[in-house]
């Protein structure tokens, strides 16, 4: 019999009780999914001077030196903690290196960090269903550009959750702990997002 690996809470425990090994493993089961999280919102600006691997190695070292407090405190569902982290690492350097006017960025606010252009096709892509004749192809393409402008005039939380969502993959429960809301309120945010997407291109079409 094939013997299971030892999911997030399980490591979680084991940290608790002063497992480094365990440690070790739960950082290293996240890593390609934060890798993932990092290179979708790196500023495309900051890739001569920022290496995404190093941004992922800097949160993990972080992460490692903050666990302790993590598994007493539980203040947020691991993989949220993590990628806080990380996103609180990408705006310093975001503000570093691109922003000029200094503002407060806050979990509640991802206006404070664009969704570079490849990331905005990507998720256009995500939101279009695959056609498999070339005629459906090219009708595709064309949709996808038009859903890349209009995914620009959407409200910046509207945006964001369909972001999580489709392009990080999180789910229902880790949305709603990034975003500091209910299961229920993620939920119908995310099919908010989407009505308002859908009345954009039914308008867009019309005109």
Not at 89 to 111: F, I, M, N, S
Not at 150 to 170: D, K, N, P, T
């Amino acid at each position: 019999m094939t013997q299971l690996e030892p999911d997030t809470d399980q490591l979680l425990r084991r940290v608790a009780q002063g497992d480094a090994v365990a440690r070790d493993r739960l950082l290293a089961r996240h890593r390609g999914r934060l890798r993932e999280m990092v290179a979708l919102r790196l500023d495309r600006r900051l890739l001569a001077r920022v290496d995404p691997s190093d941004v992922v190695q800097e949160t993990l070292a972080e992460a490692a030196q903050k666990l302790p407090k993590y598994v007493r405190e539980r203040p947020l569902p691991f993989y949220p903690w993590l990628r806080q982290l990380a996103w609180e690492r990408l705006v310093q350097l975001y503000r570093w290196h691109v922003q000029t006017a200094k503002r407060t960025v806050t979990r509640e606010d991802p206006a404070g960090l664009p969704l570079p252009d490849q990331s905005a096709i990507a998720l256009a892509g995500r939101l279009l269903a695959k056609g498999s004749s070339p005629s459906s192809r090219l009708r595709e393409s064309e949709l996808r550009k038009q859903v890349q402008g209009l995914l620009a005039q959407l409200g910046a939380r509207e945006r964001e959750i369909l972001v999580l969502r489709y392009l990080e993959h999180l789910s229902t429960r880790e949305i709603a702990a990034v975003l500091s809301l209910t299961e229920a309120g993620a939920k119908t945010r995310q099919l908010r997002a989407l009505r308002q997407l859908r009345d954009l291109i039914d308008n867009d079409v019309e005109e």
